[in-house]
């Protein structure tokens, strides 16, 4: 151990608050209740999950 505070995947970790801020945006924007609201927010958060599974299976 160096003692170095080093970032990792940094970009990694800028696009997934872009993707963040811009699914944030889309689904308040779609919310019709304080419910609906509160469900895009959860979705905001885990989008990737989404991704991935309409990825794998499109390529499934």
Do not use: E, H
């Not at 170095?4 to 811009?22: E, F, R, V």
């Not at 019709?32 to 989008?47: N, P, R, S, Y």
Request: zero cysteines; a positive charge.
């Amino acid at each position: 151990m160096t003692g170095k505070n080093s970032m990792q995947g940094g970009s990694g970790s800028a696009i997934y608050g872009l993707g963040l801020i811009g699914a944030l945006v889309y689904y308040i924007q779609a919310a019709g209740t304080f419910g609906m609201v509160l469900l895009g927010i959860l979705k905001a958060i885990i989008w990737p999950v989404f991704l991935v599974y309409d990825l794998l299976k499109f390529l499934g």
